[in-house]
Nanobody, 117 residues
């Protein structure tokens, strides 16, 4: 069984920065991909960024150049560094882990990010 726990959300002003972290526990050997989705009220869940242990990285066009995904060497923590945040980045950010970026095995509970002045 795989568990994921996010941390680092909060309130930030437009143009500010936040860093999210997701720690994975359980059967880590089955986790090939780690990443982040986000969901704003009334909107579809959107893939923000993902990374595989094979080195593949995906970043949504809406955040490219502003957000970066990284992981620690032990592959049990993934980070999302968010800069130049905009009000439209406001959402619940959910960490996921899976066999592939599109084969998700587990989700975290989510952490709220609010960008507002």
């Amino acid at each position: 069984q795989i568990q994921l726990a996010e941390s680092g959300g909060g309130l930030v002003q437009p143009g500010g920065s936040l860093s999210l972290s997701c720690t994975v526990s359980g059967t880590l050997a089955s986790i090939y991909a780690l990443g982040w989705y986000r969901q704003a009220p009334g909107m579809q869940r959107e893939l923000v960024a993902a990374k595989t242990s094979g080195g593949r990285i995906l970043v949504a066009n809406s955040v490219k150049g502003r957000f970066a995904i990284s992981r620690d060497g032990a592959w049990n923590t993934v980070h999302l560094q968010m800069t130049n945040l905009k009000p439209e980045d406001t959402a619940v950010y959910l960490c996921f882990g899976g066999d592939e970026i599109d084969d998700i095995l587990a989700w975290g509970q989510g952490t709220q990010v609010t960008v507002s002045s």
